[in-house]
């Protein structure tokens, strides 16, 4: 093999790593914080700040519980927790945490570079967790739905994602688990996708560590391999084609909600 060619497969392996690794997640947790964000605000402004907790208290247990299971994954001490709160604005002179919904407070040791890095993934640990319980649920309660959201991921068609549901059992039955996917996956997007401002920067105390790791990574598998761009796409695209799907889901919640407060 040239240098000519190496150096144009560790480039490209290098482009493959960084957009996979950071562009992309970068930008679904961008895009779905400033959905649920909103869907939020809609809720905070016409029902009152803890509607957020009646209408997404399941998410934000899950968003919570996310954190939490990330930070003790990167070794790092809790230091105080509560998975679900409600909002209490006349205390924000005495209380650091009057206006959150849930916290969850870490110490790492700075010097630890693996622990440092960790903060990076303890920021959007949320995106990937509330994911996960929603696919979940969907394989639970809706398996041919489940079933169509793969076959779109791994082969991206509109005739596989509206396929009919016709083999989960009588329509009675159907309707019934059908009803319940609707509310719970509700109360997961409204709950659980906004990342707050202590969320990104404490991925933002990560993100050069993080950076680093994916150099690494990519340029290795640049040297080592010429197939590294291929195994990307075949194994991470359908990730992000699922997690689009993530997002419609979040896009129709905060629609029904605009339509819900719409005359308020």
Known sequence: MSFSTLGQQILISLLTIFFYGLALPLLFSWVLTLINRNTKQQLATYYGMNAQVYLGFLGIIVHESSHLIMALLFGHKITGLRLI?????DRQATDPEALTLGYVNHRWNSGNSYQTMGNFFIGFAPIIGVSAVIFGLTAWLW????????????HPSLNNLFQPATADGNLLVNAGRWLIWAVLVTNLSVGGFDLSSADLRNSGAGVSSYIVL???IGLSAGVLTSTFT???RAHLVPVFFALSLVVVLSAVVNLVTRWLTKDK
């Open 85 to 89: 709160k409600f909002a209490h604005p």
């Open 143 to 154: 398996p041919t739905m489940f079933h169509n959201w793969v076959m779109f991921a791994m």
């Open 214 to 216: 994916l150099g690494l």
């Open 230 to 232: 291929e195994w990307s």
